[in-house]
């Protein structure tokens, strides 16, 4: 508010001249404090945005966290199971169509790396049934760590499975994105000659020499002998070529990189080489969060015509001219529900020769906790249900992810027109 003040100038003519001049002032006490509480509850309103704002991003993250998690999982296991069963165009002979003799390779529970032997035994002490067992085998699972693998699967989590993945790499040794030929490791050659077969070399495991030799060396069917099936080494021919042996073995451990700090893990471990031993390596973390892993098998236990497979005796076909209808062996197919192996009741030789797919359950979770989250729900992995989860355990955010994966090397050789 302003009012005119007036000054006395100096006197004009002998009159005094009054000059107006305004005064101010500033805002009272009581205006100051109103604008004070609305600056007040402006910030209260903007801080309290700013909040939810930040703790909404927050589970945003964890949650696309945990879907990333849970599908690299999948997706790791899926591209590595796709796989099982490649053994660089060598076929078992029981799972051999065109084979019109008993196959003397049927895989037994003796000495099959089943839940009772040595599965992580080293290289040195492989013999021919076992190597055999290998090659028939290329997936198995357990609920349990496996007997001889107390160093290689260690810290498992309770009520998850331990599943294992055979075959030999898809790249050949040098190749553009594959490891180069290194002494000491472990590679496959199958024979593709048939003086060699004849023989009783139909293929080797071998880790001494180089890439085209691979020891005494086996060959395409270009091979050129000199009598009788054995008289070897074959005189010449190429070469079959040899690829590295796979076999990984995926379980959940109980902590991520430090014991006891309660982030589930999806671990791996790899055969390999290491201070001149081929073996089964300490596991290495793959991927955080995951909690639950349950493994179920598809067996193809019922041929073309409704009959029980039997690979212990010749193929046979119900036109031995056509070869449409085999009686006796599979037809690729997964047979009636999808069966879990575990220590209770574990796989027989015969069911595991058999799988053609395989089914995967994943439960992902966030790997922090959200105070205000309950989780009280049940999750099913396949025959298997986890939870509900109670006091710390609730606070965590879970999905589970689920898929079931053929295996294409095993069910397409069974299919039959």
């Given at each position: 508010?302003m009012?005119?003040?007036?000054?006395?100038?100096?006197?004009?003519?002998g009159?005094?001249?009054?000059?107006?001049?305004?005064?101010?002032?500033?805002?009272?006490?009581?205006?100051?404090?109103?604008?004070?509480?609305?600056?007040?509850?402006?910030?209260?309103?903007?801080?309290?945005?700013?909040?939810n704002?930040?703790?909404?991003?927050?589970?945003?993250a964890?949650?696309n966290?945990?879907?990333?998690?849970g599908?690299?999982?999948m997706?790791?296991?899926?591209?590595d199971?796709?796989?099982?069963?490649?053994?660089?165009?060598?076929?078992?002979?029981?799972d051999?169509?065109?084979?019109?003799?008993?196959?003397?390779?049927?895989?037994?529970d003796?000495?099959?790396?089943?839940?009772?032997?040595?599965?992580?035994?080293?290289?040195?002490?492989?013999?021919?049934?076992?190597?055999?067992?290998?090659?028939?085998?290329?997936?198995?699972?357990?609920?349990d760590?496996?007997a001889?693998?107390?160093?290689?699967v260690?810290?498992?989590?309770?009520?998850?499975?331990?599943?294992?993945?055979?075959?030999?790499?898809?790249?050949?040794?040098?190749a553009?994105n594959?490891?180069?030929?290194?002494?000491?490791?472990?590679?496959?050659?199958?024979?593709?000659?048939?003086?060699?077969?004849?023989?009783?070399?139909?293929?080797?495991?071998?880790?001494?020499?180089g890439?085209?030799?691979?020891?005494?060396?086996?060959?395409?069917?270009n091979?050129?002998?000199?009598?009788?099936?054995?008289a070897l080494?074959?005189?010449?021919?190429?070469?079959?070529?040899?690829?590295?042996?796979?076999?990984?073995?995926?379980?959940?451990?109980?902590?991520?990189?430090?014991?006891?700090?309660g982030?589930?893990t999806?671990?791996?471990?790899q055969?390999d080489a290491?201070?001149?031993?081929?073996?089964?390596q300490?596991?290495?973390?793959?991927?955080?969060?995951i909690?639950?892993?349950?493994?179920?098998?598809?067996?193809?236990?019922?041929?073309?015509?409704?009959?029980?497979?039997d690979?212990t005796?010749?193929?046979?076909w119900?036109?031995?001219?056509n070869?449409?209808t085999?009686?006796?062996?599979?037809?690729?197919?997964?047979?009636?529900?999808f069966?879990r192996?575990?220590?209770a009741?574990?796989?027989?030789?015969?069911q595991?020769?058999?799988?053609?797919?395989?089914?995967?359950?994943?439960l992902?979770?966030?790997?922090?906790?959200?105070?205000s989250?309950?989780?009280?729900?049940?999750y099913?992995l396949?025959?298997?249900?986890?939870?509900?989860?109670?006091?710390?355990?609730?606070?965590?955010?879970?999905?589970?992810?689920s898929?079931?994966?053929?295996?294409?090397n095993i069910?397409?050789?069974?299919?039959?027109?």
């Amino acid at each position: 508010m302003m009012t005119p003040n007036r000054i006395l100038g100096p006197s004009k003519g002998g009159a005094r001249i009054t000059v107006a001049r305004p005064s101010q002032s500033g805002f009272t006490l009581i205006e100051l404090m109103v604008a004070v509480v609305l600056g007040l509850l402006i910030m209260a309103a903007l801080s309290t945005i700013f909040v939810n704002i930040s703790r909404t991003n927050n589970e945003m993250a964890k949650t696309n966290a945990q879907i990333e998690n849970g599908r690299f999982a999948m997706q790791i296991l899926q591209d590595d199971i796709v796989h099982a069963g490649y053994w660089g165009g060598y076929v078992p002979q029981f799972d051999d169509m065109t084979a019109t003799v008993a196959p003397t390779d049927a895989p037994t529970d003796t000495p099959l790396p089943t839940p009772v032997s040595d599965l992580c035994r080293a290289f040195a002490s492989w013999n021919a049934a076992y190597q055999s067992n290998l090659i028939a085998i290329p997936v198995q699972s357990y609920d349990d760590t496996p007997a001889g693998c107390a160093a290689v699967v260690t810290n498992k989590k309770a009520n998850t499975d331990v599943l294992v993945v055979r075959h030999v790499e898809t790249c050949l040794p040098g190749a553009a994105n594959c490891e180069a030929d290194t002494a000491g490791k472990l590679y496959f050659q199958p024979s593709f000659c048939e003086l060699e077969i004849a023989g009783g070399q139909r293929y080797k495991f071998d880790n001494t020499t180089g890439f085209t030799t691979l020891g005494t060396g086996l060959h395409q069917r270009n091979c050129v002998g000199s009598g009788s099936p054995q008289a070897l080494p074959i005189a010449s021919g190429a070469f079959a070529a040899k690829r590295k042996f796979i076999s990984n073995i995926y379980y959940v451990r109980d902590y991520a990189l430090t014991v006891g700090d309660g982030i589930p893990t999806l671990m791996l471990s790899q055969f390999d080489a290491a201070g001149g031993v081929l073996s089964h390596q300490p596991a290495v973390p793959l991927i955080e969060g995951i909690e639950g892993f349950m493994v179920e098998f598809g067996i193809d236990s019922i041929g073309d015509a409704g009959t029980v497979v039997d690979y212990t005796q010749a193929a046979t076909w119900a036109d031995p001219l056509n070869r449409v209808t085999l009686l006796n062996r599979g037809d690729g197919a997964p047979d009636g529900a999808f069966v879990r192996c575990t220590t209770a009741v574990p796989c027989t030789a015969t069911q595991l020769a058999n799988v053609v797919a395989v089914k995967l359950y994943v439960l992902a979770r966030n790997k922090e906790s959200t105070s205000s989250h309950a989780d009280v729900k049940t999750y099913a992995l396949g025959a298997t249900t986890l939870g509900p989860f109670t006091g710390d355990q609730a606070k965590y955010k879970r999905h589970v992810f689920s898929t079931t994966v053929r295996l294409t090397n095993i069910s397409g050789r069974r299919e039959t027109p």
